[in-house]
């Protein structure tokens, strides 16, 4: 078997940590995620599932454990190069699409590549060929106001997958749709996901979706299972 491309080792965090009221969000969470492997974790919310995915993405530290991406270990880089781990191997959806209101769908997809110092008509090209992938290609030009929430989502989705990134996070990224908008875009993450040969670790509370990945863990006390 490879080297996983992402590993979480004995991850803790806890909130007002040495106070009356610290609450142990995290306690020894481990993971392994393989190259291609696409990973559900279901939890009720408060259980820690997105500080779980901002300490897997480099957006937070854990008070313990190591994350180690792409046979490296993040736990002691500089914020500079977290940074550019992040920016370059991550991918991220959230619940609510994030899209910049002022650009377009095209442009929301060029402008985190042109950050990573791609040229701008590959970044063009790119951005389009995404859109095309998840079947919104027809909305480039249009701006995130005048898209449908199953568009916005898709739309982030591909900025997501800009960078080409080592690995996708996705917190709840359907949890604002209604079923079937919810489930043709599911459809569509899955379908670049597995094109691309991408490894994603999903947040979600919907079975169904879940059912259709790798594998699902539950996060229960702290701790994955």
Request: charged share 20%; glycine share 10%; net charge neutral.
């Amino acid at each position: 078997m490879s080297e996983p491309v992402l590993v979480l080792e004995g991850i803790g965090k806890t909130y007002n940590k040495g106070a009356a009221n610290a609450v142990q969000v995290l306690g020894g969470v481990n993971l392994s995620l393989q190259r291609g492997e696409v990973v559900a974790v279901i939890a009720p919310s408060g259980a820690g599932k997105s500080t779980l995915l901002h300490i897997a993405g480099l957006l937070d530290s854990a008070d313990a454990g190591r994350v180690i991406l792409g046979g490296e270990d993040m736990t002691g880089l500089s914020d500079r190069k977290r940074t550019r781990a992040r920016r370059g191997d991550i991918g991220f959806v959230y619940q609510f699409h994030h899209l910049l209101p002022e650009f377009s769908a095209l442009e929301n997809i060029v402008l985190p590549q042109l950050a990573n110092g791609v040229p701008e008509p590959e970044a063009a090209k790119r951005a389009h060929d995404l859109l095309e992938k998840v079947g919104v290609a027809h909305r480039a030009t249009h701006r995130p106001g005048t898209l449908s929430g199953g568009e916005q989502q898709r739309v982030a989705v591909c900025r997501a997958l800009a960078n080409a990134p080592k690995v996708l996070l996705a917190d709840e990224p359907t949890g604002n749709l209604d079923p079937a908008t919810a489930d043709a875009v599911f459809a569509a993450l899955m379908d670049l996901v597995r094109t691309t040969g991408l490894s994603a670790v999903i947040a979600t509370h919907n079975l169904e979706l879940a059912a259709r990945m790798d594998r699902t863990l539950n996060l229960k006390g702290g701790r994955l299972i």
